[in-house]
């Protein structure tokens, strides 16, 4: 069964760091695409960052920019999200994603596979 296990989310003060995982099972990773998206209340989902099936390409969106760092580890078949100076604005559930085609998008539609969300929530 094809799986994406989101981990790491939790509650941290402005200026904080987290490292979110998103650790795969029941496939490798290594051929798919993996993206990061966050959902808060009442928002449409938005795509953070992607990272192509070996690394070599990444994205992200213009709110994360210089904070987060997207990075793989294929031989654990897990995907990382390290976020830095974290600001209230971030709060929300975070979702990996995969995508089978080798092309980095931030997109929400263009993937297959989604995990369940970690909740993220950045508050003094």
């Known amino acids: 069964q094809l799986q994406l296990v989101e981990s790491g989310g939790g509650l941290v003060q402005p200026g904080g760091s987290l490292r979110l995982s998103c650790a795969a099972s029941g496939f490798t990773i290594n051929s798919y695409t993996i993206g990061w998206f966050r959902q808060a209340p009442g928002k449409e989902r938005e795509g953070v960052s992607c990272i192509n099936s070996r690394g070599g390409t990444t994205n992200y969106g213009d709110s994360v920019k210089g904070r987060f760092a997207v990075s793989r580890d294929n031989a654990k078949n897990t995907v990382y999200l390290q976020m830095d100076s974290l600001e209230p604005s971030d709060t929300a559930t975070y979702y990996c994603?995969?995508?089978?085609?080798?092309?980095?998008?931030?997109?929400?539609?263009?993937?297959?596979?989604w995990g369940q969300g970690t909740q993220v929530t950045v508050s003094s």
């Open positions: 994603a995969a995508r089978w085609i080798n092309w980095c998008t931030k997109t929400p539609r263009e993937y297959n596979y």
